[in-house]
């Protein structure tokens, strides 16, 4: 997974392309949401969430993108013999579309977006659903008059459509540049 987000990279800023090109990193939180309803995910704590993400500008309002999300909730031990806490890492790794809006000239940009999303983590006794799908959206600003950086958050929110439900919200403040 890691060469093909590579690949894309590269092969994107090969072909001379100016400025389409966003990379973000960001910091933030992963919710639970559901409650009791939500069957596997339900007894996860709120945890740290940090994100990266690659977009390619196609079109004026129309951008291809892969993100990953690491969060890393503190899960609690059942069991016979129930241990303190284990911080766990699960990774949310995103390919999909968004639409941008860009406003005031191009200084603002509104975002809103869907795809599929693989889910992995460190501890397999989690069984937690391999794909879901997932809407995210958000908003970001440019620092400064060239435009290349931009600050803003972005909202993810992924889910199965099965049962038992998996769901997953985070929310992060992003940092990106723009090449």
């Known amino acids: 997974m890691s060469r093909l987000f590579f690949l894309m990279c590269c092969s994107f800023t090969i072909f001379g392309q100016s400025e389409r090109s966003t990379v973000t990193v960001g910091a933030g939180g992963e919710f639970t949401t559901g409650g009791e309803n939500v ?4 007894y996860l704590p709120d945890s740290p969430a ?6 390619f500008r196609v079109f004026k309002y129309l951008a291809p993108e892969v993100s990953v999300v ?3 909730p503190l899960v609690p031990q059942f069991g016979e013999f129930p241990g303190p806490p284990i ?6 790794i995103s390919m999909g579309a968004r639409g941008i809006l860009p406003l005031d000239r ?6 809103a977006g869907a795809g599929a999303v693989n889910v992995s983590t460190s501890a397999n006794y989690l069984q937690l659903t391999s794909w879901l799908w997932q809407v995210n959206g958000g908003a970001r600003v440019a620092i400064g008059k060239r435009r290349r950086f ?5 909202v993810r929110f992924s889910r199965n459509g099965g049962r038992p439900t998996d769901e997953w919200l985070s929310l992060t403040g992003d940092f990106g540049f723009r090449f």
Not at 50 to 55: D, I, L, V
Not at 106 to 111: D, S, T
């Open 106 to 111: 191009g200084r603002i940009e509104l975002l």
């Open 87 to 92: 911080r766990e890492r699960i990774t949310l």
């Open 39 to 42: 069957f596997r995910t339900s």
């Open 150 to 154: 931009w600050i803003g958050p972005t």
């Open 50 to 55: 940090f994100s990266a993400a690659y977009e």
């Open 70 to 72: 690491n969060l890393t």
